[in-house]
């Protein structure tokens, strides 16, 4: 048989017919399109992006951040002069960067600042607390750029976007980032309210009312807050025990009281730390022995559960009943609690007050844009009573009892004033909340 026949044949030209295919497809082709190196993606932790927008922050010229230092209302007023305005404009161009990261940084759904709680307890400061404020504050000032230019939706987005960044501030682990969170909020509270008296367009107002209670349908409140505030002390109070008597127990109290001993050897800032602690109270004996020691912290650990049980249970009462609970509360075991800084740090009253004036004002922005929303061309409801349907037939009660809600609209229904009046509870006064619109001009 001929050696390329019949069935050997068939298989050479199948094996030929394979190379012919495999060399078509892997035979390299050369074409303009490559492959490109994959960039991350933004990160999804809001708080990066905030501490880079400090950064950008830091180092716009303090000339121009010292506009920052005033509340946004008293930034932006009607009697705002072009030269006040023009520097606006400037610091808004010199903080470009910042804006944007904080911007960037409020889209994010969650935010971990990464305080490590060991470290906290021992008296970490929070760098990021006070600034975020001045952060919110060029936000807003931007957005309220934005309204002047007509850009209404724009303008809205980032005052929305201002209030989601008061709720990432407001869901830390510390109280003193919760109180951060309230005072974001009440500049978002106020842009926001600002933007829809002056809005023209009522069915846009409607739909960021809606998108209000989605981001923040409720006040902040400070009980997550105080039960670490409360966990803390316990681990403050652990690494105190351990440290005494030979480690670094004296430095891990002047952490936490305000003045500072002359001089910063070993033996004069435990001199001054026994000096300060028996001015409150504590007993010179106490730094005795290890086994007095020990006996003074345990006394005091008991003392301090007791005490936030009771701040706890009083948050968790009405506000009037809470504020009252609360400052009782305190009442009680102050005499007893080693307070090395401020002693009024946690009355508990005090800290219902504060949180009832956050609810206050929460509902206040929420009134203000119902009446906005319902206002025909530049004229205002007459009454509370043609917004009563927004808040399905019933407004929200005051968070006070005594705290009386007042509408009164002007006379040509161009304006109004609305406001929870302030009032005292025990010793704890509770100031008016309030926002007014004159008509054409900036609010208040």
Request: proline share 6%.
């Amino acid at each position: 048989m001929a050696p390329f026949s019949g069935f050997n044949v068939r298989r050479l030209c199948l094996l030929l017919l394979c190379l012919a295919v495999s060399s078509a497809v892997f035979q390299p082709k050369i074409h303009a399109a490559e492959i490109e190196q994959r960039l991350p993606n933004s990160s999804s932790n809001a708080a990066l992006h905030y501490q880079r927008a400090l950064l950008f922050l830091a180092e716009v010229d303090p000339g121009k951040r010292k506009q920052l230092e005033k509340p946004i209302w008293e930034i932006v007023t009607p009697k705002t002069s072009e030269q006040e305005t023009k520097a606006i404009d400037d610091l808004l161009i010199a903080a470009r960067h910042a804006i944007r990261a904080g911007l960037i940084g409020a889209a994010q759904a969650n935010a971990d600042f990464g305080a490590n709680m060991s470290e906290y307890s021992v008296g970490t400061v929070l760098p990021h607390v006070g600034p975020m404020q001045d952060l919110a504050k060029l936000i807003a000032l931007y957005g309220m750029q934005k309204e002047a230019e007509g850009d209404w939706q724009e303008s809205a987005q980032v005052y929305l976007d201002l209030i989601r960044m008061g709720q990432h501030m407001g869901q830390q682990t510390t109280l003193a980032e919760s109180i951060e969170g309230v005072r974001i909020l009440e500049t978002g509270y106020h842009a926001l309210a600002s933007w829809a008296v002056h809005s023209p367009d009522t069915q846009l107002i409607k739909e960021v009312r809606s998108l209000l209670g989605a981001i923040a349908p409720n006040p902040l409140t400070p009980a997550t807050a105080i039960g670490y505030e409360a966990a803390l002390v316990d681990l403050r109070l652990n690494r105190l025990q351990d440290a005494f008597p030979d480690g670094n127990w004296a430095e891990m109290m002047l952490s936490v009281i305000e003045g500072r001993p002359e001089k910063q050897d070993p033996a004069s800032i435990e001199a001054f730390v026994k000096s300060e602690a028996a001015k409150r109270g504590v007993p010179t004996s106490v730094f005795d022995s290890k086994s007095s020691f020990d006996e003074f912290i345990e006394k005091l650990r008991s003392v301090n559960a007791q005490y936030y049980e009771a701040t706890l249970n009083s948050l968790a009462l009405p506000t009037e009943k809470s504020i009252t609970v609360g400052e009782q509360t305190y009442q009680k075991f102050a005499p007893q609690l080693l307070r090395l800084g401020d002693p009024g740090t946690l009355n508990p009253g005090q800290i219902a007050a504060y949180f009832a004036s956050h609810q206050a004002e929460h509902q206040l922005a929420d009134l203000v844009l119902a009446l906005s929303a319902n206002k025909q061309g530049d004229l205002f409801p007459k009454d509370l009573s043609k917004v009563a349907n927004d808040f399905g037939g019933k407004l929200s009660p005051s968070p006070t009892e005594s705290g009386k809600l007042t509408y009164k609209v002007s006379p040509d229904q161009k304006g109004f004033r609305i406001s929870y009046l302030g009032t005292k509870i025990g010793g704890v006064e509770i100031p008016e909340i309030s926002f007014e619109y004159g008509g054409g001009g900036a609010s208040k």
